[in-house]
């Protein structure tokens, strides 16, 4: 009974791929995030939707798009991999407006 | 927007010692500060926070204190055990509908025995 799961926890896969990931929470929250972890281990919000809906959008290349089927998932699909695209990418979900963030285990994604 | 800094990157103290780590934050309507903690392979977990209308909060061995006017916040670990070595992350809300949470870049903790 994971509060936030995500999957799949490793992606191996070739520069120009396309891959998905998956997040789902089972918290009854509202607002669904994704963060980007680079190497140096720096947290960048990239995504959030509040009750399907995208509220927080950043300077994120156009070959990421989310997905919030309901208030409960929310997938993160990249195209074109790069090798920059290399992180972990940590899905997290929250009530809006109360603050506290739980966060997912995390994708490790490596792009060759 | 808002911007956090956080210092130090990198802290390493002997067991039963304090710690301290600093956050400086920009946008004076932000109004709630948490702390993540993040183990080696392990996602962030929320770990203490404060919001704007208090100055201080304890927890056990962890505190934070807030400097509304400074615009910085602390994080303060007394009596380090080595099961406190981790990475730690400071935050702040930009205080907008969104209430997008900021992070500072971090500091690893090491509590040696």
């Known amino acids: 009974d994971t509060a936030v799961s995500q999957t799949p926890k490793y992606l191996v896969t070739q520069m120009g791929n396309d891959k998905s990931i998956k997040c789902e929470q089972n918290l009854g929250h509202d607002t669904m995030y994704w963060y980007k972890q680079d190497s140096k281990k720096f947290l960048k919000i990239m995504f959030s939707?509040?009750?399907?809906?995208?509220?927080i959008n950043e300077t994120v290349p156009n070959r990421f798009s989310p997905k919030s089927p309901d208030k409960a998932h929310l997938n993160l699909h990249i195209n074109s991999l790069e090798l920059g695209d290399s992180a972990v990418y940590f899905c997290?979900?929250?009530?809006?407006?109360?603050?506290?963030?739980?966060f997912g285990e995390g994708s490790r994604l490596t792009v060759l | 927007g808002e911007n956090v800094e956080q210092h130090p990157s990198t802290l390493s103290v002997q067991e039963g010692d304090s710690a301290v780590i600093k956050c400086t934050y920009s946008d004076s309507a932000s109004n709630y500060f948490p702390w993540y903690k993040q183990e080696l392979g392990k996602r962030p977990q929320l770990i203490i926070d404060?919001?704007?209308?208090?100055g201080e909060k304890k927890d056990q061995r962890i505190a934070v204190t807030l400097n509304k006017t400074a615009k910085h916040f602390s994080l303060h670990i007394t009596e380090t055990q080595p099961e406190d070595s981790a990475v730690y992350f400071c935050a702040a809300s930009d205080g907008g509908a969104t209430n997008k949470l900021i992070f500072g870049t971090g500091t690893l903790l090491a509590v040696q025995p």
């Open positions: 939707y509040n009750n399907k809906e995208l509220i």
């Open positions: 404060i919001r704007s209308n208090v």
């Open positions: 997290a979900s929250s009530q809006l407006h109360t603050g506290e963030l739980f």
